[in-house]
T-cell receptor
Framework: GAGVSQSPSNKVTEKGKDVELRCDPI?????LYWYRQSLGQGLEFLIY????????KSGLPSDRFSAERTGGSVSTLTIQRTQQEDSAVYLC???????????FGPGTRLTVL | SQQGEEDPQALSIQEGENATMNCSYK?????LQWYRQNSGRGLVHLIL?????REKHSGRLRVTLDTSKKSSSLLITASRAADTASYFC?????????????FGQGTILTVHP
């Protein structure tokens, strides 16, 4: 079946604007994860969902970041009042259940000018 | 912070040679996963090895896990130019780290034709 998809693939925004990043997991996967990859910080965990619940939000860098998942499927990561340090590739992954193989999408490259 | 530390940071070999990458981690884990990332693309899952397993094979890939030393290795045999990529190990622990992959900084592998 289809893999994890993310949109947009690239997003350029101005500092202070809000952005929404979307993730469509593999059908039937109950767990969904967001990570961020940047040159200075490597690959960082942001948040994960089990169904529609987010048991662990500890990785979100600030209260400008939020995420939701609806219907146990699509997830949206929202960054409010973007800053230049938010520039990174945002990766989404899904797995059949937690503690099983995580399959990653192609990522959204966010550039904040 | 990165739990996994990988070495070498960069590896350059000739086609047909074997490539070995090592990963060390700090805390107890439930499983360890290896991923490949081609430049600017998403992460491709290679192998998942659980904490009660010592070795796994997949095609030309061989992964070992030594939980007493908190280390893992990835061996790619008979390398090809197409194996050129960055390779990451990622650990998944329990407790407060449940559901979260913690990545190493990666090894950049270059295979010369």
């Amino acid at each position: 079946g289809a893999g994890v998809s993310q949109s947009p693939s690239n997003k350029v925004t101005e500092k202070g604007k809000d952005v929404e990043l979307r993730c469509d997991p593999i059908s039937g996967h109950t767990a969904l994860y967001w990570y961020r990859q940047s040159l200075g910080q490597g690959l960082e965990f942001l948040i994960y969902f089990q169904g529609n619940s987010a048991p662990d939000k500890s990785g979100l860098p600030s209260d400008r970041f939020s995420a939701e998942r609806t219907g146990g499927s699509v997830s949206t990561l929202t960054i409010q009042r973007t800053q230049q340090e938010d520039s990174a590739v945002y990766l989404c992954a899904s797995s059949f259940e937690v503690q099983t193989t995580q399959y990653f999408g192609p990522g959204t490259r966010l550039t904040v000018l | 912070s990165q739990q996994g530390e990988e070495d070498p940071q960069a590896l350059s070999i000739q086609e047909g040679e074997n490539a070995t990458m090592n990963c060390s981690y700090k805390t107890s884990i439930n499983n360890l996963q290896w991923y490949r990332q081609n430049s600017g693309r998403g992460l491709v899952h290679l192998i998942l090895i659980r904490s009660n397993e010592r070795e796994k094979h997949s095609g030309r890939l061989r992964v070992t896990l030594d939980t007493s030393k908190k280390s893992s290795s990835l061996l790619i045999t008979a390398s090809r130019a197409a194996d050129t990529a960055s390779y990451f190990c990622a650990t998944e622990a329990g407790g407060t780290s449940y559901g979260k992959l913690t990545f190493g900084q990666g090894t950049i592998l270059t295979v010369h034709p």
